[in-house]
C-alpha cells in the first residue's frame, strides 16, 4: 500500500513540474503562480485522500480478530432448548420408560397400554406369555415371562413358580396344600415353588 502512495505522489509532481515547465516560456509570472497554487491545492486534496484511505486500512487490520486464515469459530455447545436435563446417561437406554404405572402390551393389530394395578397374574405359555386382568379378561403376548418379570418386578410382582407372575394386591389368602398355594381373589390357585416360598411369605407378611 505505501508503494502505491508512493507512485502516485511521484506521479502528481512529475506531471505537474512538466506542465509549469512546457508552459514556462509562454506565460507570465501572474499566471505560473496561479498554476503552482493550483498544483498545490490538487496535491494536498488527493494527498489527503491518500492518507485517509491508508489510515483506514491500518485500522482495520489492527481491530480485526486474530484467526488463522480461512479459519471458522464454531461453538459445539448444544443449543439449551436441546438439553434434556432428566435423561440420565448412567441409565440403561433398553431399560423401558414407566409412565404412571402403565406397560405396553404389543399384539398383532395393536398396542394395548394398560394399568399394573389391573394386572391379577402372568402365567407361562411356552415363549408366550397369558395375562390375567381383574376384569375377566385374558390377553396372550408373544414374549416370554422373564422379560416380564423384569419389567413388573418394580412396581411389586413377585414371581412365586417358574411359570407364575402374581400381583399381590389380588393374592387372598395362603393354602397349605401341596407345600404352598396361593389362593387369588377371581379363584385362581397359583402354586408357590419351595425356592420362593419364604420371599412370597415375606412379601404377603408372615
Known amino acids: 500500500m505505501k508503494n502505491k502512495l508512493i507512485f502516485g505522489l511521484i506521479f502528481i509532481l512529475t506531471y505537474g513540474v512538466q506542465i509549469a515547465h512546457a508552459d514556462f516560456l509562454n506565460i507570465g509570472t501572474p499566471e ?18 491518500f492518507m485517509l484511505i491508508y489510515y483506514l486500512i491500518k485500522k482495520s487490520k489492527n481491530t480485526s480478530p486474530n484467526l488463522a486464515p480461512n479459519t471458522v469459530a464454531i461453538n459445539f455447545a448444544p443449543p439449551i432448548a436441546y438439553q434434556n436435563p432428566l ?24 398396542i394395548r397400554y394398560v394399568n399394573t394395578d389391573e394386572i391379577v397374574r402372568c402365567e407361562a405359555d411356552n415363549n408366550y406369555t397369558n395375562f390375567f386382568f381383574s376384569g375377566g379378561d385374558q390377553m396372550l403376548i408373544s414374549k416370554s415371562l422373564k422379560e416380564y418379570s423384569d419389567l413388573l418386578k418394580p412396581h411389586g410382582f413377585i414371581r412365586t413358580h417358574q411359570s407364575h407372575l402374581v400381583n399381590p394386591r389380588f393374592v387372598k389368602s ?5 407345600g404352598g398355594t ?8 397359583i402354586p408357590v415353588s419351595k425356592p420362593n416360598r419364604e420371599l412370597v411369605k415375606e412379601v404377603l407378611g408372615k
Not at 88 to 110: C, F, H, M, T, W
Not at 174 to 178: A, F, M, R, T, V
Request: aromatic residues 8%; proline residues 4%; negative net charge.
Open 32 to 49: 505560473i503562480m496561479m498554476l503552482l497554487l493550483a498544483g498545490l491545492l490538487f496535491l494536498g486534496f488527493f494527498g489527503g485522500i
Open 87 to 110: 435423561v440420565d446417561g448412567g441409565a440403561d437406554k433398553k431399560e423401558p420408560i414407566k409412565v404412571n404405572g402403565r406397560i405396553a402390551l404389543p399384539q398383532q393389530n395393536e
Open 174 to 178: 395362603w393354602l397349605k396344600e401341596d
Open 182 to 189: 396361593l389362593l387369588m381373589d377371581n379363584g385362581d390357585k
